[in-house]
């Protein structure tokens, strides 16, 4: 482990440990060779008990101590979201959004297998089939799915298996509880469609493809579900949020199926994100002042008028007030020295890092789903 790196994310100092370890295929936590694909299917083709088996796997996560040493952390769930939160800036509007992504859902297979005895398949959302009746998808079945909306007091989920679930990092990582909330939304939702993925999926380079991924498809899901899924340092205290982004890395898999040869190594783009945004890459946010969603074609998705706060957004989920920074905060060097790049340009050296959950990999160890690191295949 190297020496802590001090950093200032937001206005709140953190004593942060990066692992000096390069690649999560050492150490025994990946085999050299897949012994074991596993298979990534929607939601919807999943059985019953593979269902029931998949939400009691991250149930496990949400009752199990925390393992990794993260100061605030009381479960597992939280050092997974901390994760996320830790980085958000880092992570989206750059060229590793799409690479860390896909890494980050490893990671949290990593943990419900090995911790929580999950062997099943990993659902995605397949987001496309439930435009105009969100409410309606068996996603949010409250019997055999993730439970409904916001029905509480302030959004809250109140139904289904992760009812009044407490989530505890705020988007600038102080600790102050709030609820797990949403506010199902199908207008955003109509963005996902076969259009507008069909759109990204023509793109030629990865950078083209990476710009167009991170903008529509990748906030209609988000701003389809809202409260917590909104916020997006703070997004994965949803569980909705793996098979979200599930599905955008099938999208990205797709995008390099159609040229395996040269795709399978592409990457590109900045290590720090290009301008203003909220978060959810070109296309999703506005122009400073303009309020999320501006960027959508036909105005605001999401109601309104498109100013602060969103319809259904409470002050006490995940911060307060609106936690979306306008473009970048000061330049992290402890992260951007650590990617390993050689500069702001990313490469497939680029070191992707999750707190000590699991090891470290590089891009290079995500860029094949089916490879050594991953043992993925989309169905």
Sequence with gaps: MLAPFLFVLGAVPLTLGLSSIRSSASNGQEEDECAVISKRVSWRNLTSTEKSDYLKADQCLISSPPRSGIVGAKNRWD?????????????????????????FMKVHEHVIRTECNYT????????????????????????TGFGGNGTGAGNCVADGPFANLTLRFQADLSIDEY???????????????KENVDKCLERETYVEAWNCLEGLPHGAGHGAVMGTMIN??????DPIFYLHHGYLDKLWWDWQSRNLTTRLTEIGGNNTARGPGFGFGPGFGGAPGGGPGAGFPGGNPFGGNGSFPFPGF??????????????????????????????????????????????NATIADVMNPSGKFMCTEYL
């Excluded at 992570?91 to 799409?98: E, I």
């Excluded at 496309?128 to 996603?139: C, Q, Y």
């Excluded at 997006?232 to 205290?237: E, I, K, L, Y």
């Design 79 to 103: 050092e997974l979201q901390y994760i996320h939160i830790a980085q958000t800036d880092y992570v989206h509007g750059v060229g590793a959004f799409l690479p860390f992504h896909r890494y």
């Design 120 to 143: 099943g398949p990993l659902p995605y959302w397949d987001e496309p089939a439930d435009i105009g009746n969100i409410i309606g998808s068996p996603l949010f079945d409250v019997e």
């Design 314 to 359: 409470p002050p006490s989920n995940g911060s307060n007030p609106f936690p979306f920074p306008i473009g970048n905060k000061t330049v992290n060097k402890a992260f951007t020295d650590y990617f390993n790049d050689g500069g702001n340009v990313t490469t497939l050296n680029h070191t992707l890092w999750s707190a000590g959950v699991m090891d």
């Design 232 to 237: 997006p340092f703070t997004s994965p205290g």
């Design 179 to 193: 609820c797990l909330s949403r506010y199902l939304n199908d207008r955003a939702l109509s963005m996902a469609t």
